[in-house]
């Protein structure tokens, strides 16, 4: 079973950057596509970013489209999420996901998740 293991996140002001890192417990992480999601408060989980197991593949939400990028270095299991020109709107729980199928936005697919790392942006 694979583990994963959020960090990175953190209090950001409005239009500043954090750097999300995804690292898992097994080596097999690379043959798996990886998705972050995120959850704000009193709001449904919404998709993020993917990228297939070779990184040559990536998708993102329209809303963080050109802001975030998601790469991926396997030789240290790691899946990074590189946020920039924050906004309020980006305040969530964010978690990264392990998919053997390919990059999709479609959680349900995703067959195992980390716990989270909480991302506040605000002045």
């Known amino acids: 079973q694979v583990q994963l293991a959020e960090s990175g996140g953190g209090l950001v002001q409005p239009g500043g950057s954090l750097r999300l890192s995804c690292v898992a417990s097994?080596?097999?992480?690379?043959?798996?596509?990886v998705g972050w999601f995120r959850q704000a408060p009193g709001k449904e989980r919404e998709f993020v970013a993917s990228?297939?197991?070779?990184?040559?593949?990536?998708y993102y939400a329209d809303s963080v489209k050109g802001r975030f990028i998601i790469s991926r270095d396997n030789a240290k299991n790691t899946v990074f999420l590189q946020m920039a020109s924050l906004k309020p709107e980006d305040t969530a729980v964010y978690y990264c996901?392990?998919?053997?199928?390919?990059?999709?936005?479609?959680?349900?697919?995703?067959?195992?998740w980390g716990q989270g790392t909480q991302v506040t942006v605000s002045s």
């Open positions: 990228i297939s197991w070779s990184g040559g593949t990536t």
């Open positions: 097994e080596r097999v992480f690379s043959n798996y596509a």
């Open positions: 996901a392990a998919d053997r199928l390919g990059p999709t936005k479609d959680a349900a697919t995703h067959d195992y």
